[in-house]
C-alpha cells in the first residue's frame, strides 16, 4: 500500500489528530461538516491541477522556468517609463525579509503590532518630509491607482466636474485614471504642450481650466523626461480657479528638484517604487499619496494612515491606525475607498532606502541620474540622424530619443540591439505619440556606468551605419 | 510567560548624527566633477534649495533600528494569529526564496516577451489553475488586492449592463447586512447604490428580503460564501436563481475561499465574477498590510470585458504574449500586469500542495473551526449565535455579550488579554450583526496542541473576567506598549499623522522617544 501523503503545511491531516479531533466534534467522516453543501454543486471530480511536488521539485521546475528570463543583470537595459532599475541596498532585502514584519497582517491590533505601525509612521513621515507635504497614507496599489484616488479625493472635497491633465503621461495612468473616474462622469481634459520645449501649454492649460474644474494635475519629472519648470504658474493658474492642484513625482528626483509643497501641490501622488523596491515584472509598486495638512483634505484622503498616539494610561508614546472612520470596515459605503489591503511592506523598503541615503545620498541619487542623463543624450547626439533629446528641455533620468532622420523604425532597431548586442533599448513611444514619429523612451539610472552609456551608443551606431 | 520585547525605540529622525550616510552610492569621478555644473543648469523655480530633512545614520544603525522594530511585532512565524477573515495561514519559506530570485526582482516590465517567456509562461499556467479553482472561464491576474478585485469585478457588471443598454436603469447593487466592508465601498467606487439586504434568524441572506430587494434597478449581488459567520448560504440556489431572473450579476468575495478549494466551485453556484485574495488562500506572506493579489475569474459572457492586457499563449509560435486586442475591455486598473513576486509565490504554493493538498487543506481548516467551536461553546461567557447546530466552515464567530452583560468586560478586552498569552487576538466586533463579536479562524496551518492552548487561553481569561474584570479592561501587559489611547490618534486637537505635524504642534506630549 503506498504511504498517505502528510502535507508539511497542514499539521492536523495525520490520521491519529484528524481522528481525535472528528471524535471531539461527534462526527465520523469529515464530509459531514459539508453536509449542508447543495449536492447539485459539490464537485464530483477532482480539481485538474497537478501532484503534490516536493520542495526540491517546486524549486527545480520554478527556477527552470525563471531561467528563461533575461534580466537587468544579463541584458543591460535602458527601460524604464514607470518601472525603473535602481540599486536595492542589502540592508533594504535584509530589512523587509523579516519574517516579523513579512508574515504580519494589516496591525489592528497596535499593542502586538508597535513594530510596524512605528515602521509605516515613519515611512509616512519621510514621504512628508520628501514632498515638504503635511500628511502621507502608508500607501496605495501604485502611481496609477493613486492618481484616480486623488481625482476621487478633489471631486469630494469642491464637488466639481472636470479633472485636466497633460497630454504627455503614461498611457497605463492616463487609462487608470478614466476607469477610477468614470463611474463619477468626471470629464478628464488634456492640456497641450509646446512641441519644442515638451513644457505644459500654459495658454491651452489657462483655456481649459475653469470653475468646473475639480483639479489640474502635472507629472514632474514629466513621463518623457524633461522637467517641468512652470509649476509656479500652473499653481497660480490652478488656485485662481478654485481647483485642487495634484502634483505626481518621481520621488528620486527631490534630492535636486523644488518640493512640490513648494509651489503649491495640494496632494502629491507618485511611484515609490524606485525608492528600495525591485522591479519584480512591474509589480508590486508602490503608490505615493500626500496632502496637505487641512482638516477637509485630510478627511478625504483614501488609505490607511498610522498616527502617533500615547498609552492610555500615558507616560509612553505609541502607534495606531488613525481617522479609521474614513475607511471602509467602519464606514462601509460611505468610505473615502475601498482600499484595505495596499503595499505596506514596499512602504518598509522605502523607508529603510530613504533612511540608509539620507540628505545627502538623495541628493548624489539625483546628481548622479541628472550627469549620466545628459552625458548619454550628448553621445546618442552624436550618431548621424539620431535627435536626442527630442525636446529642448532638461531631464531628469529619461529622455526622447528620435530617429526619424535614420530611416530606422524603433521596433526594428530595438529588435536588432537585443539580438545582437544584448542590449534592451528604450521604451518605443511610436504609437503613444505619434507626433513624435519615430521615438524611443530612454532611462539612464545610477545603476549605468558610463561605459554601458557608451556601449549602447557604439551598438547603435554600427546598426546605423550598416544601413547606409 | 510570553513577554514581547519593549525597546523605547526612538522614532527615526532623533536617530543618527549629522554628516553619517548609510549607503554608498556608485560615483565615478567624471560624474561627480560634472554634477554641480549640471544641476546648475537648473531654474531657481524648481531647483532645490536645502537638503531634504532625513536623518543620517550608518548602515548599522539603520538595520538595528528596524530589527529592533521588528522584535515589536507579530506575525504568523511566531504563533497563532486566528485573525477572522484574514485567513493568516503559514506561508512558505520556499515561496519567498523563489521569489528572490534575479530572474523576477530584475525583470523590467516593458522587456521584449522573447525575454520574460519564463514569467509569462507561469502567469499563463497559474490562470488557468484558478480559473479550474474557482469554476470560471478567464481569469484576470491583475488586481493588487482583493478590494481592487470587488471594484473591478463592479466595473464588469456595470461595463456588462451597459454594452446590454441598461446602465442608466441598473443602478443599485445588493449586499447583505454580514457584508464585509470593502463590498458596499467597491460598489459606491463603481457608482452604484448600495441595498442591503438582512440576515436571517440563521445568519444567512434573507431570501424573502432578496426577493422584494431585487428589481429591474438591480444590478447584482455581492456574496461571500461560506459568508462572515462561517456558515455555507446553503440556498444559494435559490438566491443566484433570483437575482438572475431580475437581470443581475452575482459577486463572489473570495475572501473565504479556503473552505471549499476543491469541493464546490463559486463559478458552479452561479456566480458571474469571483474575486481571490492570493494573501490569504494561496498562503503568500501579508506584510504587514500588503501587498496582496485579487485576480479576478468571470464567466464565459463577462470575458470581453477583463482589464488589458491578458496573458495569452500562442500555440503555434509556442509563444506566450500579453494581448491587448479587447476593444471592449474596462480598460487598465493599475500600471503594468499585477502583483506578479505576490502571484509568483501563489504559482509554487499551488505546486507544492497539488489539487489534493488545496482539498486537504481546506477540510483541515474547516474540522479545525469546528473542533474549537465545540470546545469554546462550553466556555463561560461566550456564546455562538445564529444556527448553532449547523456545522461551520473555516470560521466561527463567537459573541461576548454574556459576559459583557455579566462583567462588563468587552469583547475588545478579551482580544486584548489574548495578545498577552503570546497569541494574536481573533477579529473583533465583525461581522457587524453579532454583539461583541470574537470572529476566529484558525486555518489548516495550526496544530491540534496549539488549539488547545487558545481553549485553554480563553478557558482563563473567562474565569479572569469573572474574578477580575479590571485585569481584562486593563490589557494587554506583555506586549511592548499598554494599551494605546486610539481616540488621541484621531482627533483633530491631538493628532500626529507625521513627525512634520508633530513637531507642527507637539501634542502628543508624553513622547518617550
Redo the contacts between chains.
Keep these: 500500500m503506498p504511504k498517505a501523503?502528510v502535507?508539511p503545511?497542514?499539521?492536523?491531516?495525520i490520521p491519529k489528530?484528524?481522528n481525535?479531533?472528528?471524535k471531539?466534534?461527534?462526527i465520523k467522516n469529515?464530509d459531514?461538516?459539508?453536509?449542508?453543501?447543495?449536492k447539485?454543486?459539490?464537485?464530483r471530480r477532482?480539481?485538474?491541477?497537478?501532484?503534490?511536488?516536493s520542495?526540491h521539485d517546486?524549486?527545480n521546475?520554478?527556477?527552470t522556468?525563471?531561467?528563461?528570463?533575461?534580466?537587468?543583470?544579463d541584458?543591460p537595459?535602458f527601460?524604464g517609463?514607470?518601472?525603473w532599475?535602481h540599486?536595492v541596498?542589502a540592508?533594504v532585502?535584509?530589512?523587509?525579509?523579516?519574517?516579523?514584519?513579512?508574515?504580519?497582517?494589516?496591525?489592528?491590533?497596535?499593542?502586538?503590532?508597535?513594530?510596524?505601525l512605528?515602521?509605516?509612521?515613519?515611512y509616512?513621515?519621510?514621504i512628508?518630509?520628501?514632498t515638504a507635504m503635511?500628511?502621507?497614507n502608508?500607501?496605495m496599489?501604485?502611481?496609477?491607482?493613486a492618481l484616480g484616488e486623488a481625482a476621487?479625493m478633489a471631486v469630494r472635497i469642491n464637488n466639481r466636474t472636470e479633472v485636466v491633465v497633460p497630454k504627455i503621461i503614461?498611457p497605463?495612468?492616463n487609462?487608470?485614471l478614466?476607469?477610477?473616474v468614470?463611474?463619477?462622469k468626471l470629464k478628464i481634459k488634456s492640456v497641450d504642450y509646446n512641441p519644442e520645449i515638451g513644457q505644459l501649454s500654459l495658454e491651452n492649460l489657462k483655456h481649459q481650466v475653469s470653475e468646473k474644474t475639480a483639479a489640474v494635475y502635472v507629472e514632474?519629472p514629466s513621463y518623457l523626461g524633461f522637467?517641468?519648470?512652470?509649476?509656479?504658474e500652473i499653481a497660480e493658474i490652478t488656485h485662481d480657479r478654485g481647483a485642487l492642484f495634484i502634483v505626481g513625482v518621481d520621488p528620486t528626483s527631490?534630492?535636486?528638484?523644488?518640493?512640490p509643497g513648494e509651489?503649491g501641490a495640494d496632494i502629491v501622488v507618485g511611484e515609490g517604487q524606485p525608492l528600495g523596491n525591485?522591479?519584480?515584472?512591474?509589480?508590486?509598486?508602490l503608490g505615493l499619496f500626500v496632502c496637505r495638512?487641512e482638516?477637509e483634505l485630510?478627511r478625504q484622503m483614501p488609505g490607511?494612515?498610522?498616527?502617533?498616539?500615547?498609552?492610555?494610561?500615558?507616560?509612553?508614546?505609541?502607534?495606531?491606525?488613525?481617522?479609521?472612520?474614513r475607511?471602509?470596515?467602519?464606514?462601509?459605503?460611505?468610505?473615502t475607498?475601498?482600499?484595505?489591503?495596499?503595499?505596506?511592506?514596499?512602504a518598509?523598503a522605502s523607508?529603510?532606502y530613504?533612511?540608509?541615503?539620507?540628505?545627502?545620498?538623495?541628493?548624489?541619487?539625483g546628481?548622479?541620474m541628472?550627469?549620466?542623463t545628459?552625458?548619454a543624450m550628448q553621445q546618442l547626439a552624436k550618431i548621424k540622424g539620431v535627435k536626442a533629446p527630442l525636446f529642448k528641455a532638461?531631464h531628469f533620468k529619461e529622455f526622447t530619443v528620435n530617429f526619424d532622420k535614420t530611416g530606422k523604425k524603433v521596433q526594428a532597431m530595438?529588435?536588432t540591439l537585443?539580438k545582437k548586442y544584448g542590449i534592451?533599448g528604450g521604451?518605443n513611444v511610436s504609437k503613444e505619440f505619434p507626433e513624435l514619429g519615430q521615438t524611443a523612451l530612454y532611462c539612464v539610472t545610477?545603476?549605468h556606468?558610463?561605459d554601458d552609456v557608451d556601449k549602447l551608443v557604439r551598438a547603435l551606431q554600427s546598426i546605423l551605419e550598416k544601413k547606409r | 510567560m510570553f513577554r514581547q520585547a519593549s525597546w523605547n525605540e526612538p522614532v527615526i529622525f532623533n536617530l543618527g548624527s549629522r554628516g553619517r550616510r548609510g549607503f554608498s552610492l556608485p560615483s565615478p569621478e567624471e560624474v561627480s566633477r560634472r554634477a554641480e555644473e549640471v544641476l546648475d543648469q537648473l531654474p531657481k523655480a524648481i531647483k532645490r534649495t536645502k537638503p531634504p530633512n532625513l536623518p543620517e545614520l550608518s548602515e548599522a544603525e539603520v538595520v538595528r533600528h528596524f530589527t529592533r522594530l521588528s522584535q515589536m511585532n507579530y506575525g504568523v512565524d511566531l504563533g497563532f494569529y486566528p485573525l477572522g477573515s484574514c485567513t493568516m495561514k503559514y506561508n512558505p519559506k520556499i515561496d519567498d526564496l523563489l521569489a528572490g530570485g534575479a530572474g523576477i526582482t530584475e525583470i523590467h516590465p516593458d522587456q521584449d516577451e522573447s525575454t520574460v517567456q519564463g514569467v509569462l509562461e507561469i502567469l499563463h499556467t497559474l490562470s488557468l489553475w484558478l480559473a479550474e479553482i474557482t469554476g470560471t472561464a478567464e481569469v484576470c491576474l491583475q488586481p493588487s488586492a482583493g478590494a481592487h478585485g470587488e471594484l473591478l469585478g463592479a466595473l464588469i457588471m456595470r461595463a456588462c449592463h451597459k454594452h446590454n443598454g441598461n446602465s442608466e436603469k441598473r443602478t443599485e447593487l445588493i449586499v447583505p447586512d454580514s457584508a464585509h466592508g470593502t463590498n458596499p465601498a467597491s460598489g459606491t467606487m463603481a457608482g452604484f447604490k448600495i441595498v442591503v439586504v438582512p440576515s436571517n434568524q440563521n445568519g444567512c441572506v434573507d431570501l424573502k428580503a432578496l426577493k422584494t430587494a431585487v428589481s429591474e434597478r438591480t444590478a447584482g449581488l455581492m456574496l461571500t460564501n461560506p459568508n462572515t459567520l462561517g456558515i455555507f448560504e446553503e440556498e444559494i440556489a435559490e438566491i443566484a436563481e433570483t437575482v438572475h431572473e431580475a437581470g443581475g450579476l452575482l459577486y463572489y468575495d473570495g475572501a473565504n475561499l479556503n473552505a471549499i478549494l476543491g469541493k464546490i466551485r463559486p463559478g458552479d453556484m452561479g456566480f458571474d465574477i469571483v474575486h481571490v485574495n492570493i494573501h490569504k488562500t494561496f498562503g503568500t506572506p501579508h506584510g504587514g498590510g500588503g501587498p496582496g493579489a485579487g485576480p479576478i475569474g468571470v464567466c464565459k459572457e463577462l470575458a470581453k470585458f477583463l482589464p488589458v492586457p491578458q496573458i495569452a499563449f500562442d500555440k503555434k509560435r509556442k509563444h506566450y504574449f500579453w494581448d491587448y486586442n479587447k476593444p471592449e475591455s474596462i480598460g487598465k486598473i493599475r500600471s503594468f500586469y499585477g502583483n506578479i513576486a505576490v502571484l509568483l509565490r501563489a504559482y509554487g504554493y499551488i505546486l507544492s500542495m497539488g489539487g489534493e493538498g488545496l482539498e486537504e487543506a481546506a477540510e483541515i481548516s474547516v474540522l479545525n473551526a469546528n473542533y474549537l467551536v465545540k470546545k469554546l461553546k462550553e466556555i463561560r461567557g461566550f456564546e455562538l449565535p445564529y444556527a448553532e447546530r449547523r456545522p461551520r466552515k473555516h470560521e466561527c464567530v463567537f459573541s461576548g455579550k454574556p459576559m459583557f452583560k455579566e462583567t462588563g468586560v468587552r469583547a475588545a478586552d478579551v482580544a486584548k488579554r489574548i495578545l498577552d498569552y503570546g497569541m494574536h487576538s481573533p477579529t473583533t466586533y465583525f461581522p457587524l450583526i453579532v454583539e461583541e463579536a470574537l470572529m476566529i479562524e484558525p486555518t489548516e496551518s495550526v496544530e491540534k496542541e496549539e488549539l488547545d492552548r487558545f481553549v485553554e487561553v480563553l478557558k482563563k481569561i473567562s474565569s479572569e473576567a469573572y474574578t477580575n474584570p479590571d485585569l481584562l479592561k486593563n490589557a494587554p501587559y506583555n506586549t511592548a506598549v499598554a494599551r494605546l489611547d486610539e481616540v488621541k490618534a484621531s482627533h483633530p486637537k491631538t493628532m500626529a499623522l507625521s513627525w512634520r505635524m508633530h513637531q507642527k504642534r507637539n501634542v502628543i506630549k508624553d513622547a518617550a522617544p
Excluded at chain 1, 65 to 73: A, E, G, T, W
Excluded at chain 1, 141 to 145: I, Q
Design positions: 501523503h502535507h503545511y497542514i499539521p492536523n491531516a489528530t484528524k481525535e479531533m472528528m471531539e466534534i461527534g469529515i459531514e461538516l459539508y453536509a449542508d453543501v447543495p447539485e454543486f459539490k464537485l477532482k480539481l485538474k491541477l497537478p501532484k503534490p511536488m520542495e517546486v524549486r521546475h520554478v527556477e522556468l525563471l531561467r528563461k528570463n533575461k534580466s537587468s543583470r541584458t537595459s527601460l517609463a514607470g518601472c532599475s540599486y541596498p540592508a532585502d535584509n530589512i523587509v525579509q523579516r519574517t516579523e514584519f513579512l508574515t504580519s497582517y494589516t496591525p489592528y491590533q497596535p499593542e502586538i503590532s508597535q513594530g510596524m512605528q515602521a509605516m509612521f515613519e509616512q513621515s519621510l512628508c518630509e520628501l503635511d500628511v502621507a502608508s500607501s496599489y501604485d502611481w496609477a491607482s476621487r503614461h497605463d495612468r487609462a487608470t478614466q476607469t477610477y468614470e463611474p463619477l514632474n522637467i517641468e519648470t512652470q509649476v509656479e527631490l534630492g535636486v528638484l523644488k518640493l509651489y525591485h522591479l519584480n515584472y512591474g509589480g508590486p509598486l495638512g482638516m485630510i490607511r494612515v498610522i498616527g502617533m498616539t500615547t498609552t492610555l494610561k500615558g507616560g509612553k508614546t505609541g502607534f495606531c491606525m488613525a481617522l479609521q472612520t475607511e471602509q470596515h467602519i464606514r462601509r459605503e460611505r468610505a475607498s475601498n482600499i484595505c489591503t495596499n503595499e505596506a511592506l514596499c518598509l523607508a529603510a530613504l533612511a540608509l541615503l539620507g540628505p545627502q545620498g538623495l541628493r548624489e541619487l546628481e548622479a541628472m550627469t549620466k545628459q552625458y532638461l530595438n529588435q537585443l534592451h521604451k545610477e545603476t556606468s558610463l
